[in-house]
């Protein structure tokens, strides 16, 4: 398959171009574009007006390895990233950002999903591995092969309501070691449902408000060692539940709004890195900070802008095994690659 991606000769201010380059040792480029200075060793977080991306990829436009304003992304066993736009693609690529495969979801007009997460296959019930889709719009989780094929019988919800199993608009799902499946929603319904590897409800908490437990749009889910991560964006903030109870109680609550480290404007993903830190991006910060599991900002990378190593409201990254992290620079309508700069 030709390659969408051809070379430039500088990063425009604005991204309606492709970009696809890195820097090699001594500052020269390979495969196009530069994407800035490699950053020291693991470990060492630079200055946000310092850093640069390793790898710039993609562009505005509709055809395969171009995003219109990409919304979520989700990485597999092998490295893999699957990635939504607001046309309702979701695109696979490499870790490089060689496109692979597409499918669409199966309807758009009402709006697009901004969730994404892969499931293994032990934790689902047919042994076999899923890609699941926040359906925002359409009030419930897809379910889909690894090669696009949608398994309708693993659907989770499809009515708008107030009740178990209904949901207002869904924002993000994420899976624990034993199947269970946890569903964000916002606007009506700012809660957590929980529902069994069959697809059962099981329980639900969380409603509108900022007191703990509670959540102004729950933007991102993950969970790691049987703690649920909650970015709860609107409250500029991380809570985090104990699973080990079949109703997850409430363990701890990170950060709270501002610009310096440590503080959250809009947190619209999380990860972890193979180092054993929470990684978050900051939709209106434009940057992604590195927490320790005791809640303890260890730095933050990037700033808001158009240029390498900036980002214009990012929603989403993913860490690959390598401890690299992807970043959806949504309204630059790419991707960034960053080092594993943290440990």
Request: aromatic letters at 10%; proline letters at 6%.
């Amino acid at each position: 398959m030709q390659s969408p991606y051809r070379p430039l000769r500088s990063v425009p201010k604005l991204s309606r171009r492709v970009f696809h380059g890195r820097l090699l040792a001594g500052g020269s480029l390979a495969g196009g574009v530069l994407a800035g200075g490699l950053l020291g060793t693991a470990g060492c977080v630079p200055s946000p007006d310092l850093a640069q991306a390793e790898w710039i990829w993609g562009s505005y436009g509709f055809s395969d390895g171009r995003f219109i304003k990409p919304r979520a992304i989700t990485i597999d066993s092998e490295d893999r990233l699957y990635i939504v736009d607001t046309t309702g693609r979701i695109q696979v690529f490499d870790t490089d950002g060689n496109f692979l495969r597409k499918w669409k979801t199966p309807a758009t007009e009402n709006g697009r999903p901004t969730g994404l997460a892969f499931e293994s296959a032990t934790a689902n019930r047919s042994g076999q591995p899923r890609i699941l889709v926040a359906d925002t719009h359409y009030y419930r989780v897809l379910a889909y092969s690894l090669a696009g094929d949608l398994i309708d019988a693993e659907t989770i919800g499809g009515v708008s309501g107030s009740r178990d199993g209904e949901f207002a608009f869904v924002t993000d799902v994420t899976v624990d070691a034993q199947g269970n499946r946890y569903v964000g929603e916002y606007n009506a319904s700012d809660r957590i449902q929980k529902f069994d590897r069959d697809g059962r409800f099981v329980c639900g908490w969380g409603g509108t408000g900022s007191e703990p437990g509670q959540f102004l749009r729950p933007q991102s889910l993950m969970v790691w060692d049987d703690v649920l991560y909650v970015a709860d964006a609107s409250n500029h903030r991380l809570q985090r539940f104990d699973l080990r109870e079949e109703r997850p109680r409430l363990i701890d609550i990170w950060s709270g709004p501002g610009k310096s480290p440590g503080q959250l404007l809009y947190p619209y993903g999380i990860d972890r890195t193979p180092g054993g830190l929470v990684v978050v991006i900051e939709y209106q910060n434009g940057r992604v900070q590195a927490f320790d599991r005791d809640g303890n900002s260890r730095g933050t990378w990037g700033a808001p802008g158009l240029e390498s190593g900036q980002f214009n409201n990012p929603w989403g990254l993913v860490v690959d095994s390598r401890g690299r992290v992807h970043v959806l620079d949504s309204n630059n309508h790419r991707i960034q690659r960053i080092p594993p700069v943290f440990a």
